[in-house]
């Protein structure tokens, strides 16, 4: 049968999201580095309280979420009115296209930034435009060259998925300050947690109407595969994108879970200082052996080849000794393969791995 059912303008040219691969033939014990996963799995204590709920299921969840909504405020010193939970961050930037893009309209992100942003611009019919980055970091010149009377939204990674590099204070607080007041900054804070001494932009989002903040539990939580992500904002944006999120977008599971991961401190505080240690490590070692890469402020490095050929021989030869590391061509990065850091042992292997390639053995 014939029909002349068509999607909205912008939806066709949606390119699938890939994420990293998890299987490799002929392993069954595969490392997988390819998607900034936690090494040590979830924290026992959210383990517990997703086991915990198992009894209370024929339950509809909370829709205001305000437990950990409050739990969240409370480790992080915000005010609980303005945090939205979302199913990964992920929803929380749907919501602000939805809400703020739209045919006509631009969404302003970076050369190397995160695929999704894309995919959700044109999702909305809004047009992406991308800026460029200098040697792999953030330009805060090139963003405010692009801004149009048009733009809604600047979505910026910081630190940036996948080149690991921030900008500090003072060029956040020039970019809030230099963008007109008809767009709104969304700072994607996935892996604030491993920068040392950056709030994600919460004291921006205090002192200004035009910021917002998207955090995740998927990364230092160690909990990608429960979907639970927030956001931090103006009163006016919480309101706009709380209309939008469905009353039971989060699960009786989901919010017990990731709010005892939020109140388990001890857990992040090990992940963190753990990340840190490994992070120099790996970074050292493949320094050592002609491998450079940017200084990471987060829980991976940007492993940086003499092109793109060697980056791709090295991912094939990690892929034979059972390790997924992330090829980021789609990136902008043909030359650079990123790793996540996992445990000591985990970051051994990677080593030795990539020594035995370059030696050519
Ligand atoms: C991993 C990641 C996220 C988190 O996505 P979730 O939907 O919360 O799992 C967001 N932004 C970037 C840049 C990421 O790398």
């Not at 998890?22 to 997988?32: A, F, T």
């Not at 003072?170 to 491993?194: I, M, W």
């Not at 205090?206 to 995740?216: A, H, K, N």
């Not at 991912?315 to 990065?333: H, M, N, P, Q, T």
């Amino acid at each position: 049968m014939t029909h002349s059912i068509k999607p909205q303008p912008g939806i066709d040219d949606i390119v699938l999201y890939k994420g990293g691969e998890s299987r490799i033939d002929g392993h069954d014990q595969v490392l997988k580095l390819s998607s900034n996963e936690n090494p040590f799995g979830p924290p026992q204590s959210a383990q517990d309280a997703l086991i915990a709920t198992a009894a209370t299921l024929h339950r509809y969840p909370s829709s205001d979420h305000a437990s950990l909504r409050k739990a969240i405020a409370d480790v992080h010193g915000l005010d609980a009115d303005r945090i939205i939970c979302g199913a990964g961050s992920d929803e929380i930037l749907t919501f602000l296209c939805q809400a703020y893009a739209g045919p006509g309209l631009e969404v302003i992100y970076t050369e190397h930034g995160f695929s999704m942003y894309r995919i959700l611009a044109l999702g909305a019919g809004a047009t992406p435009v991308v800026v460029p980055e200098r040697e792999r970091v953030v330009d805060v010149d090139a963003i405010l060259a692009a801004v149009t009377d048009a733009t809604r939204l600047v979505f910026l990674t910081n630190p940036g998925n996948p080149t690991g590099t921030m900008i500090g204070n003072e060029d956040l607080h020039r970019l809030a300050d230099s963008l007109p007041d008809h767009v709104l900054l969304v700072l994607d804070g996935a892996y604030v947690e491993f920068a040392e001494g950056y709030d994600g932009g919460a004291s921006l989002v205090e002192s200004r109407e035009t910021v917002v903040m998207t955090r995740t539990f998927s990364k230092l939580y160690g909990l990608g595969g429960l979907r639970v992500g927030w956001g931090y904002g103006p009163t006016h944006v919480i309101d706009t994108l709380n209309r939008l999120r469905g009353p039971f977008n989060l699960g009786v599971p989901q919010l017990a879970t990731a709010q005892a991961a939020m109140l388990d401190r001890a857990f992040a505080e090990h992940c963190q200082s753990e990340n840190a240690r490994l992070r120099t490590w790996l970074a050292e070692a493949l320094a050592e052996i002609g491998i450079p890469s940017d200084p990471s402020h987060a829980n991976y490095i940007l492993a940086r080849f003499a092109d793109a050929a060697e980056a791709n021989a090295c991912e094939a030869a990690l892929r034979s000794d059972g390790i997924l590391v992330r090829k980021v061509a789609g990136y902008g990065l043909p030359e650079c393969l990123r790793i996540t850091i996992g445990t000591q042992a985990n970051c051994q292997r990677v080593r030795d791995s990539i020594e035995r390639f370059r030696k050519g053995e």
